[in-house]
C-alpha cells in the first residue's frame, strides 16, 4: 500500500520560532501534495496545495508568507511555519496524491504543533 | 457554495446495535464522494470512494452507499475497535477536495 511519512508526530516550541514539517510519499511518487490544520472536533481545513516543481496554491485566508511551503521533489513536501505564535498551534495533516490516481489521497499521521 | 455536512456530530452505539451515519452535500459537478476513519491524534484513513449516484462499497462491516444528494455509511454489527471519528469528503469540479466535520462514533462494549 501507499504510505505517507509526516515528521515530527510533535513539536513544541517557543513563540517567534519557525517549524519545519515534513511530508514524504515512502513508496510512489507524489504529483500534488495537500496540507490541512485541523482543530479539535472539527474538520479538515485545507491549507494549500502543492505540485512538485511549481508554487504552491494557497487557500484563501491562509498567509503564504507565515506557512512556506516546498515541494521539491515527487515524494517530499515541507511546510514550514515561521514565527510561530500560540494562534498557531493545531494539528497539521499532509496528504499525497498518487502519480496516475486522480481520486485516493494519502494522509500522513499529522504533527501536533503547540506554540508556548 | 460548496458545502459538505455529516450527521450526526456524535453517535454512541453498544456493541452488535446498528447504524448509519450521513453525508449530505451541496456541490457542482461531483467528482468522487469519498470516506475516511480518524483515529485520535492520527491522520484519515482512506475507507471508499464513490463516484455516481446507486453506487455502494462494502469492507468488513462498512457498508457506504450514495445518491445525488447524500451518503450514508451503514455499519452493521459494529464493535469496539470501530470507534473513530469518520470523515466524508467531496471532489467537485474545478476544486480541490472538501471535507466534513466528521461523525464521532463510540462503539461500548
Known amino acids: 500500500g501507499a504510505v505517507v511519512s509526516q515528521h515530527p508526530s510533535w513539536v513544541i516550541c517557543k513563540s517567534g520560532t519557525s517549524v519545519k514539517i515534513e511530508c514524504r510519499s515512502l513508496?510512489?511518487?507524489?504529483?500534488?501534495m495537500f496540507w490541512y490544520r485541523q482543530f479539535p472536533k472539527q474538520s479538515l481545513m485545507l491549507m494549500a496545495t502543492s505540485n512538485e516543481g511549481s508554487k504552491a496554491t494557497y487557500e484563501q485566508g491562509v498567509e503564504k508568507d507565515k506557512f512556506l511551503i516546498n515541494h521539491a521533489s515527487l515524494t517530499l513536501s515541507t511546510l514550514t511555519v515561521t514565527s510561530a505564535h500560540p494562534e498557531d498551534s493545531s494539528f497539521y495533516i499532509c496528504s499525497a496524491r498518487k502519480r496516475g490516481n486522480n481520486e485516493k489521497l494519502f494522509f500522513g499521521s499529522g504533527t501536533q504543533l503547540s506554540v508556548l | 457554495e460548496d458545502q459538505v455536512t455529516q450527521s450526526p456530530e456524535a453517535l454512541r452505539l453498544q456493541e452488535g446495535e446498528s447504524s448509519s451515519l450521513n453525508c449530505s452535500y451541496t456541490v457542482s459537478g461531483l467528482r468522487g464522494l469519498f470516506w475516511y476513519r480518524q483515529d485520535p491524534g492520527k491522520g484519515p484513513e482512506f475507507l471508499f470512494t464513490l463516484y455516481s449516484a446507486g453506487e455502494e462499497k462494502e469492507k468488513e462491516r462498512l457498508k457506504a452507499t450514495l445518491t445525488k444528494k447524500e451518503s450514508f455509511l451503514h455499519i452493521t454489527a459494529p464493535k469496539p475497535e470501530d470507534s473513530a471519528t469518520y470523515l466524508c469528503a467531496v471532489q467537485a469540479g474545478g476544486s480541490g477536495i472538501i471535507f466534513g466535520k466528521g461523525t464521532r462514533l463510540h462503539i461500548l462494549p
Open positions: 513508496d510512489f511518487q507524489a504529483t500534488t
